[in-house]
């Protein structure tokens, strides 16, 4: 798709507020696309420099992804702006518990919030992206989906279930020419892991190849670059965006 073009096609970013999602919506924003920011506060982008044009292709959309009527009313307004193109399920939290402490509720709520949020936002476009004849969802995976992480057991299996529903939705919507990746990015800094102490910090940069963290605009970019290029091929699959961390020996 030429830059260009981009203006005309929709892409719906959920938790765009700040962290990961806001540099994600600021470089989809930069390369011409209008893009819903799906925030709980509906405030748009909270975070991250950008210029007039860029900040006038960036629409703050009221959503709350573990709210079911939420999330159907953000796409019906997103899908108003026009063509709804691509959808990015970027928003996640995080709930560090051991298990044997962890209760029932800060389970589901994990839950809810990462995966059956991701799952229920999918359904929400799909009636859209085929009567469009193609479209594209970036999931926001984790390489936590494939760790043992102590205190880690909800967000964890939350991550696992995004590469599940990533393959099971790319199988099923193939034919109507709908891609579905995850993007499973390492340690970036952000809110998110902003209260861990130093000693843990240096004990995880020290397992990274390049003994750095990523930012959040390394993921946005990779986020960028595949919903600007339609690789229909592509599909299905987790990419891990860690530093190498996963597959070091
Ligand atoms: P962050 O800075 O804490 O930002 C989280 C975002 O999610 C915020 O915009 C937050 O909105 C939003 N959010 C949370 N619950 C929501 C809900 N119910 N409805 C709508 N939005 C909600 O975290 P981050 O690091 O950018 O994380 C973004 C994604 O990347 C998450 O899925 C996370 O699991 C994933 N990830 C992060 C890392 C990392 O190291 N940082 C690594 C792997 C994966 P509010 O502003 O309203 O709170």
Known sequence: MPETDNQNHVVAV???????????????????????????????????????????NIVPVVCDVADSASVEAAIAEAAALGTLSSLVNNAGIWKGQRSAELSNDDYQLVMDTNARGCFELCRAVYPHFKSNGSGTIINIGSFYDKLGVPGGLAYCASKAAIGAITRCLAVEWARDRIRVLNVAPGFIETDLNASLPDTARDAIRARIPGGEFGSPADVGRLVRALVANDIPFMTGETMYIDGGQGIKE
């Open 14 to 56: 959920t938790g765009a507020s700040r962290g990961i999602g806001a540099a994600i919506a600021l470089e989809l924003a930069e390369a011409g696309f209008t893009v819903a920011a799906l925030t709980r506060q509906g405030r748009g982008v909270e975070q991250g420099d950008r210029d007039a044009e860029t900040s006038r």
